[in-house]
């Protein structure tokens, strides 16, 4: 026990005076989530904003035909701008980006309107530009919704109610809260956090394995008259310590910036109180273990410092993998998901932020086999550590 | 005391060791001397149980290396070939990490660490964090490390490589006192004259045996030679034409 706290000390103060070390381990993973969190945030805060309220100029050509439609699309905030000469005009303007939406009103359509024939309307857009799809939705709706009037009208003026046109009444009931809207985009967050938790020991595992390889420290280590068991709980133990302190950074700095953030705006109120944040981290605490094992098992199998940090940057993004299949399926929490470390600790983390009662049971398999698994591979790299192999 | 005998080890197709066999007594330097690849680094690894034997048997004072090889790595310090430092802990954290690991408590710790600093003379750069250290005072750090818990064997793979004449002399009144006081001191070198300098005993290896061994005026005396670099042409041919 002595041997593996001198270990654990020596490795922790070590890598705190290295400044690679604690940059990823104290910045790197704890402010890049947040930052790139706010920015996704912010950009759709801001397109979701500038959809009913923002003034939208959209081309008209013949507007001098159909004053009436031109004041109607005013009233619904869109005014005219400059318009091309004609029709096929509009089309290359379109299709070469200079134009988003061109409106075409044909010469027939004060007459076609009169006779009581349906009036003709182009609507001219790219279908492949989602910007533009979104003005092009709204000048249709405007036109329509104008349409409709003019049809309600003429029914009214014929002693018909224009309710008759409308049989069904369909009503759109949403049933989500607003701390539920913010699980779709705080479950992102999941992965920020796991992120950071790697990131922390990342640096650990390799300078524990190849590291201490290639600066020749590791077969004198290896000489003194120490079991390695204990050598590579010592070094398994200062990684985890560095992990935590990088998760726990990750957390508050996640919620500063949501403090800063208008989520109301986008009809989000995530449940991220300073209780939440430290449920969180014992609920993702175990997982150190694992990645810390995980690490220093593939760090262990490199030849150098360099390929060892190829090949955990590939680690890093493993976790991703359940949590992605998981979103792209849009599966619900079930028994057997928690058996699966990173997809539970997700899964569990998306239930906290929407405010949903979370399933105690689901918690304790989550961190039992979370555990299970990171002792299972800390065993495997002390068994590695006993290698000739090992010294390369 | 240091016991081998018959010791084989390959790597592979390469039979690094094939049957080594000799002795270390207390208060001596013994000398490995062999070409480069002749198989000394092996003979030494496998005394400081970071490899193990194919077959033969090693012991140190009477502990099998094999069968008990934490009992006799508490019986040896070892300073490996090109043995590495941290680099960012000082030259005194360095030796008292080794001390720590080695089961010493706090205070003793301590007092271990400055009374190895004193022997070795590295005050002046003790408080330093050992990158940009010179090779020599890095071996010296590497040295101090190795003699922490008091090792009544001293195994050293080529420990003068790189050092300039200096430091290799210190390094040298070193060994000289470990041996004077009682101590069991085994290294390695290719280099006939530092050898022939310093060791009682020394053990000519090529291709993986043992040519010749005994002290260098035996050596000479053996291969009919006046000096010690013919004597160690003639016996490696001798091993070579087997």
């Not at chain 1, 479950?187 to 938790?197: N, P, R």
């Not at chain 2, 290396?65 to 954290?93: C, F, I, K, N, T």
Request: glycine letters at 6%; aromatic letters at 6%.
């Amino acid at each position: 026990m002595r041997t593996l706290l001198a270990v654990f000390r020596k490795e922790v103060l070590d890598n705190f005076r290295d400044r690679r070390t604690l940059v990823s381990a104290l910045v790197m993973g704890p402010i890049f989530g947040p930052v790139l969190f706010a920015f996704v945030i912010n950009l759709s805060i801001e397109r979701s904003l500038s959809d009913a309220d923002n003034e939208l100029e959209i081309a008209v050509i013949g507007a001098e035909g159909a004053p009436n439609v031109i004041r109607y699309l005013e009233s619904e905030n869109i005014v005219i701008g400059d318009s091309p000469a004609d029709r096929a005009a509009a089309i290359a303007a379109v299709d070469s980006g200079a134009a988003d939406v061109v409106v075409v009103i044909p010469e027939t359509f004060a007459a076609q309107l009169a006779e009581g024939i349906p009036a003709r309307i182009e609507v001219i857009s790219d279908r492949a530009n989602a910007q533009a799809q979104r003005d092009a939705r709204r000048a249709r709706d405007a036109l329509r919704a104008y349409g409709q009037q003019i049809a309600a009208i003429r029914l009214v003026a014929r002693g018909v109610s224009p309710l008759v046109m409308q049989a069904i009444n369909v009503d759109d009931v949403d049933v989500s809260t607003p701390s539920g809207r913010s699980a779709i985009l705080l479950g992102m967050m999941s992965y920020f956090f796991i992120f950071a938790l790697l990131m922390g020991g990342m640096y650990l595992a390799i300078d524990t394995t190849a590291g201490e390889r290639e600066r020749g420290s590791l077969e004198p280590l290896l000489a003194l008259p120490v079991t390695r068991n204990q050598l590579m709980l010592g070094k398994i133990a200062a990684t985890c310590l560095f992990m935590w302190v990088s998760l726990m950074l990750s957390l508050w700095s996640f919620y500063v910036a949501l403090k800063f953030l208008p989520l109301e705006q986008l009809g989000m109120t995530p449940n991220f109180s300073p209780t939440v944040v430290l449920a969180a981290f014992l609920l993702l605490a175990p997982f150190a273990l694992l990645g810390a094992s995980i690490m220093t098992l593939v760090a262990s199998f490199t030849k150098s410092y360099k390929e060892a940090q190829t090949w955990l940057s590939v680690v890093l993004i493993a976790p991703t993998l359940p949590i992605l299949i998981v979103s792209i399926l849009t599966l619900r929490p079930t028994l057997g998901f928690m058996f699966v470390p990173s997809l539970s600790q997700h899964l569990l983390l998306v239930d906290m932020i929407k405010n949903e009662p979370v399933n105690l049971l689901h918690v304790a398999i989550s961190v039992t086999s979370t555990l299970f698994f990171g002792v299972l591979l800390a065993g495997i790299c002390a068994r590695l550590y006993r290698r000739e192999g090992l010294l390369g | 005391m240091i016991v081998v005998k018959d010791i084989h080890k390959s790597f592979g197709s390469v039979r690094a060791a094939r049957g080594i066999s000799f002795d270390a007594p207390d208060g001596k330097i013994t000398g490995l001397l062999g070409p480069n690849g002749a198989g000394k680094s092996t003979t030494l690894r496998v005394l400081y149980t970071v490899l193990k034997p194919d077959s033969g048997t090693a012991s140190i004072d009477g502990i099998d290396v094999v069968a008990d090889s934490l009992g006799a790595r508490q019986r040896v310090g070892a300073l490996p070939h090109g043995a590495g430092l941290y680099p960012h802990l000082s030259a005194r954290e360095n030796i008292a990490y080794y001390a720590r690991l080695c089961g010493l408590d706090r205070p003793s710790v301590d007092a271990k660490v400055d009374s190895i600093i004193n022997l070795l003379e590295i005050d002046d750069f003790a408080d330093r964090q050992t990158k940009g250290f010179s090779q020599g005072q890095r071996t010296k750090v590497a040295l101090a490390r190795a003699l922490v818990h008091d090792p009544q064997n001293i195994i050293l793979d080529e420990p003068t490589n790189g050092l300039d004449v200096m430091a290799t002399r210190s390094l040298r009144r070193l060994i000289l006192k470990l041996r004077d006081a009682g101590r069991c001191v085994l290294f390695s070198s290719h280099v006939m004259q530092e050898v022939a300098a310093l060791c009682d005993d020394i053990v000519i290896i090529a291709a993986g045996r043992v040519a010749l061994r005994g002290s260098a005026a035996e050596i000479c005396e053996r291969t009919g030679c006046d000096d010690l670099e013919d004597a160690f042409v003639h016996a490696i041919h001798m091993v070579e034409d087997v």
